[in-house]
């Protein structure tokens, strides 16, 4: 089964893969404890920012051109700057401890180093 799938799948190869799917974990594990009126607010912005990054990243990786690639990349980290917000947000208005606000910002931290290197790998290429 390797040969074409492999192809088609160059993000599953990737270190940061693994750390971009516990993040979503992650914030889908955080937000089942939201209030019921935050059904359709911050819990689904939180979600849906963070199947954001992986989706974004799969598809950059299968781009073509080094700009296209770069384009869905960016859109991952903007997606990692709108979780940081709404992490922010969610302990203020007590959702979350000030400790799963630290853990979040540390997954957070990882995955967008991870990213930066990967974009500036890709940017930087011959």
Known sequence: MGGIMER????????????????VVFLYEITK?????EEFGLKAQIRRAGVSVPSNVSEGLTRKTRKDKT??????QSSLSEIDAQIEVSQRLGF??????VEANNRLS??????SGLI???STRN
């Open 110 to 115: 990882t995955v967008e180093m991870m990213l």
């Open 71 to 76: 384009h869905f990349l960016n859109i991952a």
């Open 33 to 37: 404890q939201f209030p019921r009126e």
């Open 96 to 101: 979350i401890s000030t400790q799963v606000e």
């Open 120 to 122: 500036r790998s890709i």
């Open 8 to 23: 088609l799948k160059p993000h599953k190869k990737l270190d940061l893969w693994g750390k971009i799917i516990d993040l």
